[in-house]
Protein backbone atom coordinates (compact mmCIF):
# COMPACT_ATOMS: atom_id res chain seq x y z
CA UNK A 1 0.00 0.00 0.00
CA UNK A 2 1.58 3.58 -1.22
CA UNK A 3 1.04 6.77 1.77
CA UNK A 4 1.58 9.73 0.86
CA UNK A 5 3.12 12.93 2.61
CA UNK A 6 3.12 16.05 0.80
CA UNK A 7 5.49 18.88 1.69
CA UNK A 8 6.82 22.23 0.56
CA UNK A 9 3.73 24.58 1.19
CA UNK A 10 3.72 28.02 3.24
CA UNK A 11 3.29 31.58 2.88
CA UNK A 12 4.70 33.17 -0.54
CA UNK A 13 4.12 36.57 -2.23
CA UNK A 14 1.68 37.29 -5.05
CA UNK A 15 3.92 36.35 -8.10
CA UNK A 16 6.37 34.09 -6.15
CA UNK A 17 7.00 30.38 -6.12
CA UNK A 18 6.56 27.63 -4.54
CA UNK A 19 7.51 23.61 -5.29
CA UNK A 20 5.63 20.90 -3.45
CA UNK A 21 6.53 17.90 -3.34
CA UNK A 22 4.64 14.41 -2.26
CA UNK A 23 6.55 11.47 -1.11
CA UNK A 24 5.55 7.96 -1.67
CA UNK A 25 6.47 5.37 0.64
CA UNK A 26 5.63 1.55 -0.26
CA UNK A 27 5.57 -0.61 -3.33
CA UNK A 28 4.73 -0.14 -6.65
CA UNK A 29 4.67 3.91 -6.59
CA UNK A 30 5.83 3.66 -10.56
CA UNK A 31 2.26 2.15 -11.25
CA UNK A 32 0.24 5.15 -10.19
CA UNK A 33 -0.78 7.53 -11.96
CA UNK A 34 -0.35 10.81 -9.79
CA UNK A 35 -2.52 14.00 -9.46
CA UNK A 36 -2.45 17.40 -7.40
CA UNK A 37 -5.97 18.60 -6.39
CA UNK A 38 -6.67 21.63 -4.31
CA UNK A 39 -9.61 22.94 -1.70
CA UNK A 40 -9.78 26.34 -0.81
CA UNK A 41 -11.78 27.11 2.01
CA UNK A 42 -15.90 26.77 1.43
CA UNK A 43 -14.90 25.74 -2.19
CA UNK A 44 -14.90 21.60 -3.60
CA UNK A 45 -11.86 20.30 -4.15
CA UNK A 46 -10.34 21.44 -7.57
CA UNK A 47 -8.37 19.32 -9.84
CA UNK A 48 -4.68 20.90 -10.63
CA UNK A 49 -2.98 18.66 -12.76
CA UNK A 50 -2.14 14.65 -13.55
CA UNK A 51 0.82 12.57 -14.68
CA UNK A 52 0.86 9.29 -15.87
CA UNK A 53 2.45 6.48 -13.98
CA UNK A 54 6.10 6.37 -16.62
CA UNK A 55 6.09 10.81 -16.54
CA UNK A 56 4.81 10.29 -20.15
CA UNK A 57 1.93 12.35 -20.22
CA UNK A 58 0.45 15.17 -18.27
CA UNK A 59 -2.69 17.45 -18.28
CA UNK A 60 -3.35 20.72 -16.20
CA UNK A 61 -6.47 22.13 -15.18
CA UNK A 62 -7.19 25.53 -18.54
CA UNK A 63 -7.36 27.75 -15.37
CA UNK A 64 -3.57 26.73 -14.58
CA UNK A 65 -1.90 26.22 -17.56
CA UNK A 66 1.60 27.86 -18.15
CA UNK A 67 2.13 28.44 -14.54
CA UNK A 68 2.36 25.26 -12.87
CA UNK A 69 4.43 22.29 -13.69
CA UNK A 70 4.05 18.78 -12.52
CA UNK A 71 6.66 16.16 -12.40
CA UNK A 72 7.77 12.96 -11.10
CA UNK A 73 10.47 10.95 -10.27
CA UNK A 74 9.87 7.49 -9.85
CA UNK A 75 13.91 6.87 -8.42
CA UNK A 76 12.84 8.86 -5.35
CA UNK A 77 9.05 7.75 -5.37
CA UNK A 78 8.43 11.45 -5.31
CA UNK A 79 5.87 13.59 -7.16
CA UNK A 80 6.56 17.34 -7.75
CA UNK A 81 3.92 20.49 -8.39
CA UNK A 82 5.92 23.41 -9.06
CA UNK A 83 3.99 26.47 -8.88
CA UNK A 84 4.87 29.80 -10.26
CA UNK A 85 3.35 33.39 -10.96
CA UNK A 86 0.87 32.60 -7.91
CA UNK A 87 -2.05 34.46 -7.28
CA UNK A 88 -3.74 34.76 -3.85
CA UNK A 89 -6.85 32.75 -5.46
CA UNK A 90 -4.16 30.01 -5.32
CA UNK A 91 -4.25 30.06 -1.79
CA UNK A 92 -5.78 26.46 -0.78
CA UNK A 93 -4.92 23.48 0.69
CA UNK A 94 -2.92 21.07 -1.90
CA UNK A 95 -3.44 17.36 -1.85
CA UNK A 96 -1.63 15.00 -3.79
CA UNK A 97 -3.25 11.65 -4.77
CA UNK A 98 -2.74 7.91 -6.56
CA UNK A 99 -5.08 5.97 -8.68
CA UNK A 100 -4.87 3.81 -11.36
CA UNK A 101 -5.68 5.95 -14.53
CA UNK A 102 -5.16 9.09 -15.04
CA UNK A 103 -8.59 11.23 -14.52
CA UNK A 104 -8.99 14.52 -13.79
CA UNK A 105 -11.82 13.08 -11.28
CA UNK A 106 -11.21 13.36 -7.15
CA UNK A 107 -13.31 10.22 -6.81
CA UNK A 108 -10.87 7.94 -9.09
CA UNK A 109 -8.17 8.09 -6.91
CA UNK A 110 -7.71 6.08 -4.17
CA UNK A 111 -4.98 7.31 -1.79
CA UNK A 112 -4.72 10.38 -0.70
CA UNK A 113 -1.85 12.50 1.06
CA UNK A 114 -3.10 14.82 4.19
CA UNK A 115 -2.32 18.18 2.14
CA UNK A 116 -0.25 21.15 2.41
CA UNK A 117 -1.20 24.59 2.99
CA UNK A 118 -0.26 26.82 0.16
CA UNK A 119 -1.59 30.84 1.40
CA UNK A 120 -0.43 33.72 -1.46
CA UNK A 121 -0.61 37.07 -0.04
CA UNK A 122 -1.33 40.36 -2.26
Known amino acids: QVQLVESGGGLVQAGGSLRLSCAAS????????MAWFRQAPGTEREFVAY????????YYSDSLKGRFTISRDNAKNTVYLQMNSLKPEDTAVYYC???????????????WGQGTMVTVSS
Open 51 to 58: ISSNGGRT
Open 26 to 33: GRFFSRYA
Open 97 to 111: AAGLEITVVAGNYHL
